[in-house]
Each structure stands twice: as C-alpha cells, then as structure tokens.
C-alpha cells in the first residue's frame, strides 16, 4: 500500500509544485499498480476540491505512438481544475514543460455503465467539439515508460474545449490543422484517432467497465491527440480548426494565448 500512496504523493506534489521528479526504477511496479497510483493520485486532487469531470484517452494514435514509443491505448481522468477557456489566455507558469496536442471532445448525454459497441456509442452522446490537450509529464525531459505515464495520469494537465455541435458526420474524416501565431505546426486527420474517434467512445466504456467504473451523463471524454504534440511557449496565440468544409462538415476552432513561463 505505501508503494502505491508514495509515488501517488510524490507524482502529486511534483504536479502541484511545477517540478520535475525522476522516472521510477524499471519494474518499481507493475501496470496495475500504475493506475492504483494514478487513482491514488487524484484522490490528492479531489481533497483539494477538484471535481472529477472526465476521462481522457491516450495513444490512440500512431503518430503519437511514434511521438512517445509506446504503443498502448491508456487513460486517465480529468477534473474541472484542469479545465483552460476557450478564447482564453494559458498561464504557463501553471505547467512544467507544457505540450499541446489536437484533439476531439465527447460529451456524455446518459451515463456509461457498461461496454458499448460502436453502434450504440453515438446515441450516449451528446456533442462533440474542437479541443486541445495541454500535457505536462511530470517526469524530468518528458521521458517515461508505460506504467511511469499511466500513474502520472497519462501526462493530463489541461484542456481546452471549443463550441459543442452534433456533426457527428464530420468526425470520420475531418481535417486537422493546429497553428502557432498563423503558421502550421501540425495537421492531419480524425481519420488518426482510432480509424474514428466515435471508438473511442467504445474504448472508454471498456476500459471503465473494466476498471468497475461509470462515467455520469455530462461527463468529458477526450478522445486523444490526431498528431503529435507540440512544446508550449509563452506569447504564443494557438488555435486548431478541425473540419474540412464548412456547416455541417465542420466542428469548428479552438484557440488559446499562451502567457507567462514555464517554471
Ligand atoms: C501521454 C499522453 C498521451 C494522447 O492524446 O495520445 C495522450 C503523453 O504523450 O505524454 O494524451
Ligand atoms: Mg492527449
């Protein structure tokens, strides 16, 4: 038990106070023990305050498999402290060595309380929107093994949602463009994210009912990034458009102003 509570605070504290920590020795624990420790370590959150509002999938796909060198699906839970606005400015002094990543949000429109198919997904849902990811590994150089990434909640730091819509039709193939200051930094597809990031939306029931959870109507379900991240720095007006067309083939931007420095 004191394994799993210590590396839960030690995660924690690094999280809170801006401060790299070491990657744990190679077989400190195993996976399961990993998502003890990331539960443990939300725990910390949640007595601070923090409300659960979601979860988040990652590695859904290649490019960031390739990105990071693994080549698991893992997930992790959001909470509202996480939560930057759309439009807003990001304090990066919040962070350690912040990345952003494009991404497509799912809201809840009844509870997930059991596995569901592809098929019933899109009927548990109520809206889908523009996002993007901020992750913060809390591991020094943003180096870490599977069961390092998955009891630091998966690198989950903060995110940005942009306007709820129901084209559902757009999400299949739409294309993603993320921009520094007007200039690409990373575009493609949410054709990336599992084939289509409706999956992901099945993945989650799995993996919750797996883990004997349920996740509330109303809840947040971020899908994973289409691309690879990209490091964060401060003065900087990042926007993501996701959508070839426009109306209904569109999901819309996303956009934030970065301020501040990484501690
Ligand atoms: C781990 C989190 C991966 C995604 O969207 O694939 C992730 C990391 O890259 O630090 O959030
Ligand atoms: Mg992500």
Redesign the pocket.
Known sequence: MSLIDDAAALLDSAAFGREAIEQFPPGHFTLAQAYDIQRASIAHRLSRGEVLKGI??????RA??V??G?DSL?W?LLTDGMVEEDGGVVDLGRYIHP?V?P?VCFLTRKAIDGPLTSLEAADFIEAVAPAM?I?D?RYRN?R?SLED?VADN???AGLVVGGWSRNFDALGNAGVRMQFDGRDVQVGSTRAILGQPMRSVVQASRLLHGAQMSLPAGSLI????ATA?EALRPGVHVECRIGTGTGSASLGNVAFVTSGAAA
């Open positions: 988040k999938l990652g590695f859904t796909s960031k498999m990105q990071m693994i893992i992790g990345r990543e991404e990811e992750i590994s943003f870490f990434v998966c690198s989950s971020m899908a994973g990034a991240a």
